[in-house]
C-alpha cells in the first residue's frame, strides 16, 4: 500500500476499520449510509497489506481530527487551535484544523451548547422573539423545547412561528447576536460549573448507606412525596430487585457470591426471591443452602442487611460492567 501521504480518504478510512478490527469496525457501520458502506467494504477488501508505519501514521491522523473536532465544540476554531498548538505544535495544528470538513467547523452559537437551559433562559427571554427565534435555531432539541416552555404562552407561539418561517440570515446579524449574546454570557460560560443535588445523586446516597437508614429514607419520602419516592425507587436497585434480573444474569451474579452470605441475605428475604434463586442453583446446592438456613437458627437483623447489601454490590458492579442487564422501571427495556 502507499504511504500515508498519498492515500485517499476511503483509503485512511478503510485502514481505520481493519485496524479497530470487526467487532468495533461494525459499531461505525451502523452509522454510515449504505453507498458509504459498499464503498469501504469494497476498499477494504482489496486491501492486501497495511505497514505499520502507514497503519500508525492513519491512527494518529484520525486521533488528532478527533480531537481538534472536541476542542470545536467545547468552545471554537480559536480555542480549538490553541490547545492544539500546545498539544501538537503550530504547524502541525494548522494542518489537522486545515483537514476538517465543513460538517466538522463550529456552528452559530456554539458557545451556548454547553450553558445550561434554565441559566440561558434568565438572559434571553426579555430579547425581542426575533432574536430568541434565531439563538434557539441553532441550539440543541432539549435546550430549545425546555426554553419555549417555559416563555410566557403568547410569546410561545411568536417564537415558534419566527423559527418556522424563518429561512436565511445575514452573516453580519448572526455575528453581531453572537457577540452580544457572548458578552453576557461571558462569566456564566468560562465558570466551571458543578451540578449538584437532584435525583441521580440521592440514589447514588441510598444506593451506599445501610438497608436499615435507605428503609427509613424511603418511607418518610412516601409519604411526605410519593411522587418523588417513586421516581428514586425507578432508579434503585434493592436486594429484593433480584427478580428484575433474567435466569441467565441471576446464575451470572451467584457465581461471585459467598455460599454462607447467600443463605443469610435469604434467611431475611420473601419467598419469592428465595424461590428465583434457588431455581437458578444446582439441586445440590440449593438443598445445602437450605439447611444451612434452617441449622442458622435466628440472626440479626442488621447482619441480613449486610449480606444483602454485599449481594446488591456485586450486582450493580456487574451492571457497570456490562456483564449483567438490569430491567428498570419506567419502561420496558427491548434487548437484541
Known amino acids: 500500500m502507499a504511504s500515508e501521504q498519498n492515500l485517499t480518504g476511503l483509503q485512511k478510512a478503510a485502514v481505520l476499520l481493519i485496524a479497530l478490527g470487526p467487532e468495533k469496525s461494525a459499531l461505525v ?24 508505519q502507514v497503519k500508525e501514521s492513519v491512527i494518529n491522523e484520525f486521533y488528532e481530527i478527533c480531537l481538534a473536532q472536541q476542542y470545536i465544540a467545547e468552545g471554537g476554531i480559536g ?30 452559537f456554539e458557545f451556548v451548547r454547553k450553558t445550561d437551559a434554565t441559566q440561558l433562559l434568565s438572559f434571553i427571554q426579555d430579547e ?17 423545547s425546555m426554553i419555549i416552555s417555559a416563555l410566557s404562552p403568547e410569546r410561545q407561539a411568536d417564537v415558534a412561528k419566527r423559527i418556522a418561517t424563518m429561512d436565511r440570515t445575514s452573516p453580519d446579524v448572526i455575528k453581531e447576536v453572537e457577540r452580544v449574546l457572548e458578552s453576557k454570557l461571558a462569566n456564566l460560560v ?77 434467611k ?5 426471591v428465595q424461590n428465583v434463586i434457588f431455581e437458578n442453583l444446582s439441586k445440590r446446592l440449593a438443598e445445602m443452602i437450605k439447611e444451612d438456613m434452617e441449622f442458622m437458627g435466628p440472626v440479626r437483623m442488621k447482619d441480613v442487611e449486610e449480606a444483602q447489601q454485599k449481594i446488591v454490590n456485586i450486582i450493580r458492579k456487574l451492571e457497570d460492567s456490562g456483564e449483567i442487564v438490569i430491567s428498570r422501571g419506567g419502561g420496558d427495556e427491548i434487548i437484541v
Open 128 to 144: 425581542h422573539p426575533q432574536t430568541i427565534a434565531l439563538i434557539l435555531s441553532y441550539l440543541s432539541v432539549s435546550q430549545s
Open 79 to 108: 480555542y480549538a487551535k490553541e490547545l492544539l498548538d500546545k498539544a501538537l505544535g503550530s504547524e502541525k495544528a494548522l494542518d489537522v484544523i486545515g483537514k476538517l470538513t465543513a460538517s466538522l467547523q463550529v456552528k452559530p
Open 268 to 272: 431475611g428475604s420473601n419467598e419469592e
Open 190 to 266: 468560562n465558570q466551571d460549573y458543578t451540578i449538584i443535588g437532584g435525583v441521580d445523586q440521592v440514589v447514588e446516597i441510598l444506593n451506599s448507606v445501610d438497608r436499615g437508614t435507605e428503609k427509613h429514607i424511603m418511607e418518610i419520602l412516601e409519604i411526605e412525596d410519593p411522587e418523588l419516592a417513586d421516581e428514586i425507587r425507578k432508579k434503585m436497585f434493592v436486594f429484593e430487585d433480584i427478580l428484575l434480573l433474567d435466569s441467565r444474569s441471576i446464575q451470572r451474579v451467584l457465581r461471585d457470591v459467598d455460599n454462607n452470605e447467600l443463605g443469610l441475605a435469604l
Open 29 to 52: 457501520f451502523k452509522h454510515l449510509k449504505e453507498d458509504e458502506i459498499e464503498d469501504l467494504t469494497l476498499e477494504i477488501a482489496n486491501t492486501r497489506s497495511i505497514s505499520p
